[in-house]
């Protein structure tokens, strides 16, 4: 098992653009986590997915962003018309759902938006 | 008013000496963990807690869930333990999305 992995690592791209990040969970995951950080904060909750489901977002996520889950493997992230507030590190982390018990959490790198 | 709050902001020890770092919460959780975050931005996961105490070599994470309070706690520090320690609830109700502090960045010398 190789972990979360998560593509590409950095980005930079100029305001206006549309960017998109994918996150490959732990395989057995059902569960999968995006979050935002940016710098000399603690990350920020975005959305989540249970299996291909997405079952929660947060007001943080405008119009600009969407995510997909399709087949409940990988995720994306897609930001259209990148702003320069847009620059944050963008995590992806998943566990194992089993209802009663916590998941344990896995964390991705990161992938780093740096929007000109 | 934060509802995951971390103390201190900023710690600097010396090589060997005991640490402790503290979080204290604000809602109902299902589960808090402490997390550590070195430059470049990945994060590893330490511990996942709900009620009482873990020990993982030099580390141990206790809990309070009455006082809604953690401590991490590292013995004889060492250099390589530099990083930046983040505490994160997980919400009751069974999305068990994450809220975080802000994170404790401890600077071990040698």
């Known amino acids: 098992d190789t972990g979360v992995s998560q593509d590409p690592r950095h980005k930079i791209t100029k305001r206006g653009q549309n960017v998109t990040f994918r996150c490959d969970p732990i395989s057995e995951h059902n569960r999968l986590y995006w979050y935002r950080q940016t710098l000399g904060q603690g990350p920020e909750f975005l959305t989540y997915f249970q299996n291909e489901a997405q079952l929660e977002k947060s007001r943080l996520l405008s119009d600009r962003f969407s995510a997909e889950r399709p087949k409940g493997s990988f995720s994306t992230l897609e930001i259209q018309r990148t702003e320069q507030g847009d620059s944050a590190m963008y995590l992806c982390?998943?566990?194992?759902?089993?209802?009663?018990?916590?998941?344990?959490?896995?964390f991705g790198e990161g992938s780093r938006l740096t929007v000109l | 008013k934060n509802e995951v709050e971390q103390s201190p902001q900023n710690l600097t020890a010396q090589e060997g000496e005991f640490i402790t770092i503290n979080c204290s919460y604000s809602?109902?959780?299902?589960?808090l963990h402490w997390l550590q975050q070195h430059p470049g931005g990945g994060i590893v996961s330490l511990f996942m807690?709900?009620?009482g105490k873990k020990k993982h070599g030099r580390l141990i994470a206790t809990i309070n869930i009455q006082e809604k309070h953690s401590s991490l706690h590292i013995t004889a520090s060492h250099p390589r333990d530099s990083a930046v320690y983040i505490c994160a609830v997980a919400a009751q109700g069974g999305s068990e999305k994450l809220v975080f502090g802000k994170g404790t960045k401890l600077t071990v010398n040698p």
């Open positions: 807690l709900s009620s």
């Open positions: 809602v109902g959780i299902s589960a």
């Open positions: 982390a998943s566990s194992k759902y089993g209802g009663r018990v916590p998941g344990e959490l896995f």
